[in-house]
C-alpha cells in the first residue's frame, strides 16, 4: 500500500469475498496456512462499530467517497483494567472492482478525539480537511446513512521465502448492520440484516517480494472455488445502504424487498429507496465518465423506478409524486443521451476492428464525430447532476422514501366492510397478468403472413420491459418460476434490445450520411446495420413463440400463485 502524508493516505488493495455464512470463514480462522508459501500468524480478534455518513445532499457520496467513523473496541489491560475505545475518521473512494473480488481503493484516514466529533469536520485530521477542501466540500454537516458492528478475526499473512515477513493481513468479519438514529447515531437501533465476508489486505511488502497483479487474480480464482465464497462486488458500505434501503420498515432481521401484506403505496416506496440509493452509488463514475456501466446502471436505476411509478403510482395522489416521476424522467432523458452514444460507439468499434485499414481510417472519422456528441451529452448531464434543481429533487425524493403514509391516496370501501385490494398480494397478480395480457396481445401479429412493422417489435420491447419489471419487483416472493421467467425475457429483451440498437444505428449513420460524412465505407457499416435488422427480425419468432408458449404460461401461473 502506497502511504504518505505521514500514513494517513494510501492506496488500499484487497481481495473482497462474501460468505454464505459466517461457518464459511472457519476454516481461515484455524488453517495454518493460506496458500502454498504463504503462513498464517495466530489469530486477533478486535470489535469495531463503523458509523457512514455523508451530508443531506449526499456530496461525498455523488463524489465518489464513503466516510466513515469508526470506533474500535481494545482488548483490556492486565489487573482488570478496563477495555478502551479509540476512534478514527476515513475516507475512501468507492472504485469499482477491476477484477471480480479484488479492490483498489483510495483511503485518508486519521485519529479522532472522541464519538462527540463525528459530526464536526472542523474537529478532525487535516488530511480529511485536505480532502473535503479538495472536493469543494470544505463547509459542511454530516448526517448518519448506515451503522454496522462487525468481530473481526485477523491473522497476519506471512511470506516463507523472506523469513515470515508479513505481507499482508487476512481478515474474517461479522458483520450487522443498523439504521442509526440520527439523533442518537451510537444509540440503540433496529437491526436490518448479517453477513458475512473474508478479505485480504495486502501491503507494501507484497509488492517488494515481486506479487504481481497476476499473482492476486490467482488467488482470487483459487479462493471463488471454495465451497460458499463468492467474489464481492462491493464494499461493506454499499452493501449496507442496499441492505437498509431494501428493509421494511419494522421487518425482521435479514428481511428484504417488498413483503406480501405491504400496502401497494409502502411497497412503491421501498423499491422507490433501493433505486435512489442505486443512482447515487453510481452518481460520481458518471460524472468521471470513463467506465461507461455507471452511466448504464445509473440509468437503469431510473427505469426501474420510473416503472414503479407505472405499477403502485395509482395508490399515490398524483400531485403527491408528480415531482419525483418529473425529476426521475429528466434524469433517465440525459442519460439515456450518453448511454445511447455510448453503445453506438462500442457497436462501431468492434464493426472496425473487422473490416480492412483503409474502411479504419474512414470509419476513425465517424467515431470522432460520435465521440464529440458524446462529450456534448456528456457536459449536459452533468449541468443536470450539478443543478441546484437536482440537489433538491434528491434531497425531497430522499425525505419523501423515508416517510410512511406520504402522499398516499385515501381508499373508500364500496361496500359494509369490504376493503379495496391494497395490499401486495391481492394487487400484483392481476397486475403482472395484465402486463403478460399485454405482451401476448402481439401474437396476433405474429400469426400473419406480413412481417410486423418496426415499430411494433420496439413497441413488443416496452411491453415486455414493463412485464419484466412488474415480476423483478417481487421476485424474491415467486421462487423458481419467477425467476425462470424473468430469465426468458431477459433473452427476449436481449434479442430486441440488439434489433433497437440497430435500428438506431442505421438512422444515426443516414443522418451523417445527409449531413455529409459520405463515405464508403460509412455506407458499408450503414449496410451491415440494415443486414442485422433483417437477421434479428427473421430470427425473433421462434424467441417469441417460446416465451408464450403454454408451457411457458403454466410458469406464470406457478410463479403467480407464489403471491
Not at 437498509?244 to 428484504?256: K, L
Not at 410512511?404 to 385515501?410: F, I, K, L
Not at 424473468?486 to 434479442?495: E, G, N, V, Y
Request: with cysteine; aromatic share 8%.
Amino acid at each position: 500500500m502506497h502511504r504518505n502524508r505521514k500514513m494517513t493516505e494510501r492506496q488500499e488493495i484487497e481481495i473482497k469475498l462474501e460468505a454464505a455464512s459466517p461457518e464459511e470463514l472457519q476454516e481461515f480462522r484455524e488453517s495454518k496456512e493460506l496458500f502454498p508459501g504463504y503462513l498464517l500468524a495466530p489469530m486477533r480478534t478486535k470489535h469495531f462499530t463503523d458509523l457512514y455518513c455523508d451530508t443531506p445532499d449526499f456530496a461525498l457520496l455523488r463524489a465518489g467517497f464513503a466516510l466513515r467513523i469508526r470506533a474500535i473496541q481494545e482488548a483490556g489491560g492486565p489487573k482488570g483494567k478496563k477495555a478502551q475505545i479509540r476512534y478514527g475518521v476515513s475516507a475512501k473512494s468507492l472504485d469499482r472492482p477491476g477484477v471480480k473480488g479484488l479492490h483498489s481503493r483510495r483511503e485518508v484516514e486519521g485519529p479522532l478525539t472522541g464519538p462527540k466529533h463525528w459530526n464536526r469536520p472542523e474537529k478532525w485530521p487535516r488530511p480529511l480537511q485536505e480532502l473535503l477542501q479538495e472536493l469543494g466540500l470544505a463547509d459542511i454537516r454530516v448526517t448518519p446513512l448506515a451503522r454496522i458492528e462487525q468481530r473481526r478475526d485477523t491473522r497476519e499473512l506471512l511470506h516463507t521465502n523472506r523469513k515470515a515477513r508479513c505481507v499482508g493481513e487476512l481478515s474474517a468479519d461479522t458483520v450487522t448492520v443498523y439504521e442509526p438514529d440520527p439523533a442518537d447515531p451510537w444509540g440503540p437501533a433496529p437491526a436490518v440484516a448479517r453477513f458475512a465476508e473474508l478479505e485480504i489486505e495486502v501491503g507494501d511488502a507484497f509488492q517488494e517480494d515481486g506479487a504481481s497483479l497476476k499473482r492476486l487474480r490467482g488467488w482470487v480464482k483459487k479462493l471463488r472455488r471454495r465451497p460458499g465464497l463468492r467474489p464481492a462486488r462491493n464494499s461493506k458500505f454499499e452493501r449496507a445502504l442496499r441492505l437498509i434501503a431494501s428493509h421494511p420498515p419494522g421487518g425482521p432481521v435479514d428481511a428484504q424487498g417488498v413483503q406480501p401484506r405491504m400496502p401497494m403505496a409502502e411497497a412503491g416506496r421501498l423499491v422507490w429507496r433501493r433505486q435512489l440509493v442505486e443512482m447515487l452509488l453510481n452518481e460520481a463514475g458518471a460524472r468521471e465518465g470513463q467506465d461507461i456501466e455507471y452511466v448504464h446502471d445509473m440509468r437503469v436505476a431510473t427505469r426501474r423506478a420510473r416503472a414503479a411509478g407505472d405499477v403502485f403510482g395509482p395508490f399515490f395522489r398524483r400531485k403527491g409524486i408528480k415531482p419525483y416521476l418529473k425529476g426521475l424522467r429528466k434524469t433517465a432523458r440525459r442519460l439515456g443521451a450518453v448511454r445511447d452514444l455510448d453503445v453506438a460507439l462500442e457497436a462501431l468499434e468492434r464493426y472496425r476492428k473487422k473490416r480492412p485499414k483503409a474502411e479504419q481510417k474512414a470509419l476513425d472519422a465517424l467515431a470522432a464525430a460520435w465521440q464529440e456528441e458524446r462529450s456534448q451529452a456528456h457536459e449536459q448531464l452533468l449541468e443536470w447532476l450539478d443543478s441546484e434543481e437536482y440537489r433538491a429533487f434528491l434531497v425531497d425524493f430522499h425525505r419523501f422514501c423515508r416517510t410512511p403514509g406520504e402522499a398516499v391516496r385515501p381508499w373508500e370501501t364500496e361496500g359494509p366492510g369490504a376493503p379495496p385490494p391494497y395490499q401486495v398480494r391481492h394487487v400484483m397478480p392481476v397486475t403482472i397478468l395484465d402486463r403478460y395480457q399485454q405482451v401476448r396481445a402481439y401474437q396476433v401479429l405474429f400469426e400473419e403472413q406480413q412481417k410486423p412493422a418496426l415499430e411494433s417489435f420496439h413497441a413488443l420491447r416496452v411491453e415486455g420491459k414493463r412485464l419484466r419489471y412488474s415480476l423483478e419487483f417481487v421476485r424474491h416472493l415467486l421462487g423458481a418460476p419467477g425467476e425462470t421467467l424473468i430469465r426468458q425475457l431477459k433473452r427476449f429483451q436481449d434479442h430486441l434490445g440488439d434489433l433497437n440498437d440497430a435500428v438506431v444505428a442505421r438512422a444515426r449513420l443516414e443522418a451523417v450520411i445527409q449531413a455529409g460524412l459520405d463515405k464508403p465505407a460509412i455506407r458499408h457499416y450503414r449496410d451491415a446495420q440494415e443486414a442485422t435488422i433483417q437477421e434479428l427480425t427473421r430470427t425473433f419468432p421462434p424467441v417469441w413463440e417460446g416465451f408464450i408458449a403454454r408451457k411457458n404460461r403454466q410458469i406464470l401461473a406457478r410463479a403467480i400463485i407464489q403471491l
